[in-house]
């Protein structure tokens, strides 16, 4: 079987290596000839762990190729993955789809004998039926079908989601739809992984839900945190407390500054504006976003307070600035927020990220970069904890006292535990847990 795939963003180049991997013959296509160019030489435009070698690999053995040219790659392939960019639009919050039906429009000018074409961007529901009807309208010949696939890949974690996800959703209506997407999955059928098949709308549907009640879950346990700080109890052991009910689950109990990232920021956005538009409006999401873009400066506001209520004067070492670890994405980072606000009210910020610095600087001017967290921290007033990177966790606290000029620090992840820092002097503040004073 032949693949094409259209867009070599995350999900595009993530799900091409991906497939390649399962043995099928795989072409990458985008209009950015630089960033092809730096496919071909084996340069990865995102990080993401092992992805480097997992195409190296396949590019080795033949499967999977890249380039700029889409005619021939659609001509030739038995599956069409569309997975261009979807960002929100400006002014309404909608996803703005218009690389979706650009891509949709030179596809169907490209196929020849049947083909699956698969929308595997995140998309409002109708997407696919809009999809369909381009393609119809520009080629009444072609012969096709329009099937629904959405990815849920963590960023950092992407290529294990991809090789053993908990399920796979395909929205695909005709009976040789079906049958070509489960011969694309069958290699997962050895580990049984579920495959969930449904309409095109139920499988868009499927994916925004999943989003937002992620968000919604991270939400919760944000305002229970601040709720714990209030009332003094330990919203770790509430996490765990609740987690353990198997209705609820553990996953995503761990509170911080506000989530971010290139899904939940615009996948709640859209579904709020989607459900307006429908008549039925999602008053729970609609809170969700409200609460979570309020949340980075209520972060900045919270330092500054520990601080004594003025940073002016001050410096701050700052301790990861990508939006979550193992990934060098800055899209709807809490730093995009967290960190202009203390330059803006005074401070000095010294950053270090283990991947995220080069990236950080297009989007946020007067950071001094460093080199490494003790760097960052040498001589400065605080530390904040911003993402928790592994190499923060290992740390020595020790060290950490003597770089800073003032034991203090700002955990905004709870990487640390209260009782060990205030043990070795240090003055400081997390999300929703009791931090006792620290030891003379």
């Known amino acids: 079987m032949r693949v094409a795939v259209i867009g070599t963003g995350y999900v595009g180049l993530v799900s091409g290596a991906c497939f390649a991997e399962f ?147 395909i929205g695909a209506e005709s009976p040789r739809a079906q049958e070509l997407m489960r011969d694309l999955y069958r290699p997962l059928f050895l580990i049984e992984t579920p495959i969930v098949m449904t309409s095109l709308e139920t499988s868009e549907m499927i994916k925004y839900a999943a989003n937002t009640f992620l968000a919604t879950k991270i939400t919760f346990i944000n305002e229970i945190a601040d709720l714990c700080e209030k009332l003094g109890a330990d919203v770790h052991d509430v996490a765990k407390g609740i987690g353990l009910d198997g209705r609820i689950g553990r996953k995503f109990l761990h509170p911080g500054p506000g989530y971010g990232g290139s899904c939940f920021p615009k996948d709640t956005l859209a579904l709020v504006r989607t459900a307006q538009e429908a008549g039925s409006p999602l008053r729970i999401v609609e809170t969700v976003v409200d609460i979570n873009d309020r949340r980075k400066r209520q972060m900045a506001d919270k330092i500054v307070a520990f601080m004594g209520g003025s940073v002016a004067g001050k410096t701050i070492a700052v301790l990861g600035v990508t939006f979550k670890p193992n990934t060098d994405d800055m899209r709807d980072a809490p730093s995009l927020v967290i960190l202009p606000a203390l330059m803006e009210a005074g401070a000095t910020v010294r950053a270090y990220d283990p991947v995220g610095m080069e990236e950080a600087a297009r989007h946020i001017d007067g950071v001094t970069w460093c080199d490494g967290a003790y760097e960052a921290m040498d001589g400065a007033d605080a530390a904040v904890v911003l993402t928790e990177w592994n190499e923060f966790r290992g740390l020595s606290v020790e060290r950490m006292k003597q770089s800073l000029a003032r034991p203090v620090m700002i955990d905004l992840r709870n990487v640390y535990e209260p009782k060990d820092m205030a043990e070795a002097g240090f003055r400081y503040t997390c999300v929703g847990r009791p931090a006792p004073a620290p030891e003379k």
């Open 23 to 169: 043995g099928f013959d795989v072409t990458c296509i985008d209009k950015d000839k630089g960033k092809v160019d730096r496919l071909l030489r084996g340069e990865m435009p995102i990080y993401e762990p092992g992805l480097d070698a997992l195409v190296a690999g396949n590019v080795k053995a033949g499967r999977l190729s890249f380039g700029t040219e889409l005619k021939p790659a659609v001509a030739a392939a038995d599956a069409v993955f569309i997975a261009v960019g979807t960002p929100s639009r400006r002014g309404d919050g909608h996803a703005d789809l218009s690389f979706v039906y650009a891509a949709a429009k030179e596809i169907a000018e490209a196929l020849d004998g049947y083909t699956v074409v698969v929308t595997k961007s995140t998309v409002p529901v109708g997407t696919g039926r809009e999809v369909e009807r381009i393609i119809r309208e520009t080629r009444p010949d072609a012969d096709f079908d329009v099937a629904s696939n959405p990815e849920f890949l963590r960023e950092g974690a992407a290529i294990g989601d991809f090789m053993r996800p908990d399920r796979v959703i």
